[in-house]
């Protein structure tokens, strides 16, 4: 065997070398990735918290006190108990009545706003999404209505343009779109949860509205005549019936890819079982 061959084959035993260290050196700092808030000194030499990503917005891996989660367990039953009987009402009303997309509830926790406590979320699919919070003992319906202020009735969705919710995990923001005359003004409202009332209210002083139609007269109304000019660029923009720069406009926006469905997605059975293991856990 000449010494160029055998160059290379020293050459290539060298690089696997070199591949085996990486990958058992990647899969070590991977099993040493910390799964629960460990203590740390950082660069300044002071103690820090480090939080790993998924307990930052998992709240099934996090650890919730019992007390909240057996709340939110007792609020579920009390939401079953209640649509079987408001669904039953309706059967004896409408025996021809379909109501198959009306049956059908789903939950979910998450870390809506920045503390610890996690949320609550009921979906009734295809209709309507609810959020709760919890303070001192108490679950709080946090989408309350000032008119009716006692009903649970939750968010609509599904009509107008209005195709649900979504929020960012840990970031105190909810947002929703919605659009008028099939599209040509387009509505984005963002919510946040104040601590103060435990409710969801307007996060800006407005909501933002984008016209995508072109504005012949410049009346701030779609006209009959304008009903067929739509257009995938903005031509205006309004809040509060005022007309704003692109530049003002960006004060009522959230820019963030970490935008989530609001929304429940396990049925009664799984969700209750998933916190009944966490309190099992403890």
């Known amino acids: 065997m000449n010494k160029k061959v055998i160059g290379i084959i020293v050459a290539i035993l060298v690089i696997l070398a070199v591949v085996a260290v990486c990958v058992y050196l990647g899969n070590k700092n991977k099993a040493e990735e910390p799964t629960t808030p460990v203590v740390v000194i950082n660069e300044s030499g002071d103690e820090e918290i480090v939080v790993p990503r998924e307990l930052e917005t998992d709240p099934y891996v996090s650890n919730v006190p019992n007390e909240i989660l057996d709340a939110y367990l007792k609020k579920v039953d009390d939401i079953e108990k209640k649509h079987k009987e408001e669904l039953a009402a309706l059967m004896e009303e409408n025996a021809d009545l379909d109501l198959t997309s009306l049956?059908?509830?789903?939950?979910?926790?998450?870390?809506?706003?920045?503390?610890?406590?996690?949320?609550?979320?009921?979906?009734?699919?295809?209709?309507?999404?609810?959020?709760?919070?919890?303070?001192?003992?108490?679950?709080?319906?946090?989408?309350?209505?000032?008119?009716?202020?006692?009903?649970?009735?939750?968010?609509?969705?599904?009509?107008?343009?209005?195709?649900?919710?979504?929020?960012?995990?840990?970031?105190?923001?909810?947002?929703?779109?919605?659009?008028?005359?099939?599209?040509?003004?387009?509505?984005?409202?963002?919510?946040?949860?104040?601590?103060?009332?435990?409710?969801?209210?307007?996060?800006?002083?407005?909501?933002?509205?984008?016209?995508?139609?072109?504005?012949?007269?410049?009346?701030?109304?779609?006209?009959?005549?304008?009903?067929?000019?739509?257009?995938?660029?903005?031509?205006?923009?309004?809040?509060?019936?005022?007309?704003i720069t692109e530049e003002e406009a960006k004060n009522y926006l959230v820019i963030s890819d970490d935008f989530e469905p609001l929304e429940g997605t396990k049925v009664v059975e799984e969700f209750r079982n998933k916190l009944l293991n966490l309190v099992n856990e403890k």
């Open 103 to 243: 049956s059908m509830l789903k939950y979910d926790l998450i870390f809506f706003d920045e503390d610890d406590i996690p949320e609550l979320v009921v979906t009734n699919t295809g209709n309507n999404t609810r959020l709760y919070t919890y303070d001192a003992g108490k679950v709080i319906y946090a989408m309350r209505d000032e008119d009716a202020p006692d009903e649970e009735a939750g968010w609509t969705f599904g009509a107008g343009g209005n195709h649900g919710y979504e929020f960012i995990p840990r970031g105190n923001t909810l947002r929703n779109y919605n659009t008028d005359y099939a599209g040509l003004i387009l509505y984005t409202g963002y919510f946040k949860l104040y601590n103060e009332t435990h409710n969801l209210a307007d996060k800006f002083d407005g909501v933002l509205c984008e016209y995508h139609f072109d504005d012949k007269n410049n009346n701030g109304e779609v006209d009959e005549d304008e009903m067929d000019s739509y257009t995938d660029d903005v031509t205006a923009y309004y809040v509060n019936n005022k007309k």
